[in-house]
């Protein structure tokens, strides 16, 4: 069984930065890519940021500038350094990834706040 666990979350004044990080653990042969994804009350969750194996990332128009997404892959550990936040970047932030542990699966997080606010 595979988990992946979130921290970095937080309260956070707007101009502010926080490092969000998601290990995984569990039976892992393979990653093909990493993500993570935001919650807004009343919104949809939303992809934020995106690493793939090979180091290819995307962002969402929103963060571009403002976040970077990385990995320490003899950790199996995903980074989003988030700069420059706003209150509207306020949600729970969702790790996401697409690990092979004999069988393809995809896998969630429990979410982590983060809350920026004067």
């Known amino acids: 069984q595979v988990q992946l666990v979130e921290s970095g979350g937080g309260l956070v004044q707007p101009g502010g930065s926080l490092r969000l990080s998601c290990a995984a653990s569990g039976r892992i042969f393979s990653i093909n890519f990493m993500a993570w994804y935001r919650q807004a009350p009343g919104n949809q969750r939303e992809l934020v940021a995106r690493i793939t194996s090979g180091g290819s990332t995307n962002y969402a128009t929103s963060v571009k500038g403002r976040f970077t997404i990385s990995t320490d892959n003899a950790k199996n550990t995903v980074y989003l350094q988030m700069n420059s936040l706003k209150p509207e970047d306020t949600a729970v932030y969702y790790c996401?990834?697409?690990?092979?542990?004999?069988?393809?699966?995809?896998?969630w997080g429990q979410g982590t706040q983060v809350t920026v606010s004067s």
């Open positions: 996401n990834a697409d690990i092979f542990t004999g069988t393809w699966g995809h896998y």
